[in-house]
């Protein structure tokens, strides 16, 4: 007869929580449970650094893109003195959602009850509420949350008593470093939207033993080894001439990056900075995967194309850059689709267990972190 789980006790992870190659992967139970995704919003997404895009998606003063992270909805705005910040996407009043996508303002206007606020999230207007006794706009301005950057991108925090990002991303930024990520423009972002758990597709994005099988004929093996990191973050490194960032038998039109040194000189880094986001950084440009969970089996993907500045400039570059579209193109459908049809095998009221291979060291790296923050 079936008997439910306790599905927060530690006694049902002792398989994962053994060395790599004695290890099981996280039971079904944890890609389609909601109230395990629950916790993982409490216990992750609410405390963490999340990853939010590129400074240079928004360049402008009054500029800004939307995001939501663990159901908070967010604005990203550049201010007047172009400082970029965060401010919850809720109105002070009842609450509704002042704007979404992406766009330029001069002010975030509620379209409810019309309260008006600047840039920097001070309420300037508030029809009719001058006869409410005590009331002062002062006091009703939009929430802030923490806000900080690196190398050009942006990460926000809904804990204040977070420790900063540079602490959060530990040795990444030194080994990095020779990317000169500051120095690149985003070309190209686009999103999907998948019928799987978050946890799925980075643990797909984390290891080569499918490379050989999903990317057969675009990308073939992979042969990688783990980087040391210190700090909120996992990698693996494949030593290769040329680039990665094209598809099997092209060469590279563009030059690599200036100056790059020790493992970024020698092949391409798949990066995990925890929760969920990837960075691929080649000889010539990087890319990113951003893992945002929705739903227990509902991630948006995102993914953003990143090229030196000097590269971007050329007059060759919109003729030759669509080698490297294609091969994002045609490879990342290839990671959707194995990762919803995992997301169908899933039986979540079974006890089924299974083994990690040789090529999936940073899959249980990734399993234990998050069963570190869910079980505490």
């Not at 005590?134 to 950057?149: A, S, T």
């Not at 993907?301 to 030759?320: E, L, N, Q, Y």
Request: hydrophobic share 40%.
């Amino acid at each position: 007869m079936y008997q439910p789980i306790d599905i927060f006790d530690p006694a049902i992870y002792q398989g994962v929580r053994r060395p790599h190659l004695e290890a099981e992967p996280l039971p079904h139970v944890c890609y389609t449970s909601p109230s395990f995704f629950d916790a993982e919003m409490e216990t992750i997404f609410l405390t963490q650094w999340i990853f939010c895009g590129r400074g240079d998606q928004i360049p402008q003063a009054g500029d800004y893109m939307t995001a939501t992270v663990a159901g908070t909805p967010l604005v990203i705005v550049r201010g007047k003195n172009l400082e970029i910040r965060c401010f919850v996407n809720s109105c002070r009043h009842r609450g509704t959602r002042l704007v979404s996508g992406t766009g330029n303002a001069k002010r975030f206007l509620c379209p409810y009850h019309a309260w008006s606020f600047d840039l920097d999230g001070h309420l300037k207007k508030a029809p009719g509420m001058n006869q409410v006794p005590g009331f002062r706009l002062e006091d009703y301005g939009l929430k802030e949350i923490r806000c900080e950057g690196w190398g050009g991108f942006i990460w926000i925090n809904l804990d204040d008593g977070a420790p900063p990002l540079l602490e959060y991303l530990g040795n990444l930024t030194s080994d990095f470093a020779s990317y000169d990520f500051g120095n690149m423009v985003c070309t190209r972002v686009k999103e999907y939207d998948l019928r799987c758990n978050w946890k799925a597709y980075v643990e797909n994005a984390m290891e080569a033993y499918h490379t050989p099988f999903v990317h057969k004929a675009t990308l073939g093996h992979q042969r990688c080894t783990v980087m040391d990191s210190r700090g909120a973050w996992c990698a693996l490194h494949e030593a290769h001439a040329g680039t990665e960032a094209v598809l099997k038998g092209n060469t590279s039109p563009f030059p690599p990056i200036a100056d790059l040194q020790g493992p970024p000189a020698k092949g391409t880094i798949f990066a995990l900075i925890y929760p969920g986001t990837m960075f691929g950084c080649t000889r010539d440009c990087m890319w990113w995967l951003d893992s945002q969970p929705i739903a227990a089996d509902r991630t948006r993907v995102v993914i953003g194309s990143c090229f030196p500045k000097s590269t971007a400039a050329r007059a060759d570059f919109d003729k030759h850059v669509g080698l490297y579209y294609a091969r994002w193109d045609k490879s990342i459908p290839e990671d959707n689709w194995i990762s919803e049809l995992q997301n169908v095998g899933l039986a979540p009221r079974l006890r089924i267990k299974g083994r990690l291979g040789i090529e999936e060291p940073l899959v249980h790296v990734f399993n234990n972190w998050v069963l570190d923050h869910v079980l505490g």
